[in-house]
């Protein structure tokens, strides 16, 4: 029951990041950033939201990744989600929009198919490859439109970084900017943790790979026993 459930988790978000990633392809390729919010908002929420079910996964025991690590990857995505990109129109249509969203896309539709195939014991190796590779790229990437977005929410909250600006803000504006900068800071310590658990993953999983594969060549067949 548990790994069906995992299973069918994990191919539907495959499925609706690449819808989300498909959509902004297309309005990259036609030139049309300024409507991409429009078409991608629901889809994204959707399957963005529905990643928060991760940190219950691990707090549950139904996953091993630890809860800690989930939460850290969850929240960042699901606050510039619904804190920035759905708060402030002109982190909405912007490039950093688009990086976001298309890194995110690109990083979760093999990462999802890969825990589905993974559940089978039947990962092709340029899924392997995919899973634990494509987060050097990316994750520098979508790191940068995410605070790009809140870049521009903050902008868009307070018109202009001044003191004078900030006093004269309504008291929720206030709030919400105070906590967009407070969390684009802990970006700072945040994402080269994030970067090195990665890293040290992809060393121990491609590791455990090469100790896998060498164990099936040394592994004795009736053919190359000799008889007594």
Same mark, same amino acid.
């Given at each position: 029951?548990?790994?069906?459930?995992?299973?069918?988790?994990?191919?539907?978000?495959? @499925?609706?990041?690449?819808?989300?990633?498909?959509?902004?392809?297309?309005?990259?390729?036609?030139?049309?950033?300024?409507?991409?919010w429009g078409e991608v908002?629901?889809?994204?929420?959707?399957?963005?939201?529905?990643? @928060?079910?991760e940190v219950f996964h691990?707090?549950?025991?139904?996953?091993?990744?630890?809860? @800690?690590?989930?939460?850290?990857?969850?929240?960042?995505?699901? $606050?510039?989600?619904?804190?920035?990109?759905?708060?402030?129109?002109?982190?909405?249509?912007?490039?950093?929009?688009?990086?976001?969203?298309?890194?995110?896309?690109?990083?979760?539709?093999?990462?999802?198919?890969?825990?589905?195939?993974?559940?089978?014991?039947?990962?092709?190796?340029?899924?392997? $490859?995919?899973?634990?590779?494509?987060?050097?790229?990316?994750?520098?990437?979508?790191?940068?439109?995410?605070?790009?977005?809140?870049?521009?929410?903050?902008? %868009?909250?307070?018109?202009?970084?001044?003191?004078?600006?900030?006093?004269? #803000?309504?008291?929720?504006? #206030?709030?919400?900017?105070?906590?967009?900068?407070? @969390?684009?800071?802990?970006?700072?310590?945040?994402?080269?943790? #994030? %970067?090195?658990? #990665?890293?040290?993953?992809?060393?121990?999983?491609?590791?455990?790979?090469?100790?896998?594969?060498?164990?099936?060549?040394?592994?004795?067949?009736?053919?190359?026993?000799?008889?007594?």
């Open positions: 029951m548990k790994q069906a459930y995992l299973i069918f988790y994990n191919l539907a978000s495959c @499925v609706g990041w690449l819808y989300v990633l498909f959509i902004c392809i297309k309005h990259v390729t036609e030139d049309s950033i300024d409507k991409l908002e629901i889809p994204l929420k959707i399957v963005q939201t529905a990643a @928060v079910l691990a707090i549950f025991g139904l996953v091993k990744s630890p809860w @800690v690590v989930a939460l850290m990857q969850v929240f960042s995505r699901v $606050w510039t989600l619904w804190a920035v990109m759905d708060v402030a129109p002109t982190a909405q249509n912007s490039i950093f929009t688009v990086m976001a969203c298309a890194s995110w896309g690109l990083v979760e539709v093999p990462r999802y198919l890969f825990y589905a195939m993974n559940l089978v014991n039947n990962v092709p190796y340029p899924l392997f $490859w995919l899973r634990y590779s494509l987060f050097a790229v990316l994750y520098p990437t979508g790191i940068t439109g995410e605070l790009g977005c809140m870049y521009l929410a903050a902008l %868009y909250l307070i018109k202009s970084f001044t003191l004078e600006a900030l006093l004269k #803000m309504p008291p929720e504006k #206030m709030l919400l900017f105070v906590l967009i900068v407070v @969390v684009a800071l802990t970006y700072i310590p945040g994402s080269p943790k #994030m %970067y090195g658990h #990665m890293v040290k993953t992809r060393i121990k999983q491609f590791s455990e790979l090469r100790m896998s594969n060498n164990n099936k060549e040394k592994k004795p067949t009736k053919s190359n026993i000799k008889k007594n």
